[in-house]
């Protein structure tokens, strides 16, 4: 069975994204006030974190409102999407 | 290295997809027209990102993007020939063995309620967005050389069905090269019931996915 995403894996994804270090990303509260934010950004976020869990991340309601990069990891958790 | 200026249409995300596109296509030395130019962003990459040799032209209706557009060829150090006018106008004898068409096309009701065609930029293309397009899209042929090629975009906030009925009608051969998905910006979130009743209407299309409006930019290959 393939294992399950883990929290490391997100922000590396999230990093990637808006070229930032995954440290510095877990801490961000809103990245749409971050330099190399823009809605592209966003939905390239979004498909990129949906993609490592196999098209689940539906099971998370409105994800593109929410900004901070703790509550994504936090929902993922909750909903048992990542490690 | 492209200047840009407030009334000349800004080089957006489609574009680079249509230089991507072009750069793939392009095998050997050719004349290529880049219509309906702006700054000469699609055609002046090209030329920064190709090691062939192909003579480049350029047209647009606005003197003011062909004199941009100059501009920005002799900071690049690329030789141009730029003529503004309307479609085919200026190229009444030439034929080419690339035409890549920039023309923007999206429904008037989405440009007026859309970022990208403000501070006096035109978007003429008409109600459902196919006005110009079809327009080049009729009479590309005479103005291609003998396995001459057109590229032109297609962008889901007009009627794309319509436009590659044209396409159809005109060419033997018309292909997907490549299709992308944008959100649409904020924005234009507040106008939403503008957008929903051109989709009932079959004007536009897009996608919902994320709680995000997805519109799509495709980029299409005749000859």
């Known amino acids: 069975m393939k294992k399950k995403p883990s929290k490391v894996d997100i922000l590396k994804i999230i990093s990637k994204i808006l070229k930032m270090s995954p440290q510095k990303i877990e801490k961000i509260d809103d990245y749409t006030k971050m330099e190399s934010w823009d809605s592209l950004a966003q939905l390239d976020i979004i498909s990129a974190i949906d993609k490592k869990l196999n098209g689940r991340i539906g099971k998370i309601k409105n994800i593109a409102e929410i900004k901070s990069v703790k509550k994504i990891i936090s929902l993922l958790k909750k909903k048992s999407l990542i490690t | 290295m492209i200047k840009e200026e407030k009334k000349v249409f800004k080089p957006n995300a489609t574009t680079s997809l249509l230089v991507q596109s072009s750069l793939k296509t392009i095998r050997k030395k050719s004349d290529i027209l880049d219509l309906g130019c702006g700054t000469g962003y699609v055609g002046l ?8 040799k192909n003579n480049y032209f350029f047209s647009d209706l606005s003197k003011k993007a062909i004199d941009l557009c100059k501009t920005n060829a002799k900071k690049n150090g690329i030789k141009i020939q730029a003529k503004t006018g309307n479609m085919f106008e200026p190229w009444a004898d030439k034929r080419f063995d690339l035409i890549i068409e920039s023309i923007s096309a999206i429904a008037k009701k989405v440009a ?112």
């Open chain 2, 45 to 52: 990459t090209i030329a920064k990102n190709t090691k062939i």
């Open chain 2, 112 to 223: 007026t309620i859309s970022p990208w065609y403000r501070n006096g930029i035109p978007c003429d293309c008409g109600e459902d967005g196919t006005d110009l397009v079809n327009e080049v899209l009729n009479v590309t042929k005479n103005h291609l050389k003998k396995n001459g090629k057109l590229i032109f975009p297609i962008v889901t906030l007009s009627n794309k069905q319509k436009i590659l009925r044209t396409a159809n009608k005109n060419f033997k051969n018309v292909k997907l090269l490549v299709s992308k998905d944008w959100p649409l910006p904020k924005s234009m979130y507040s106008k939403k019931n503008v957008l929903e009743k051109l989709k009932k209407k079959g004007v536009v299309s897009y996608k919902t996915k994320y709680g995000l409006i997805l519109y799509s930019s495709e980029i299409y290959i005749a000859y």
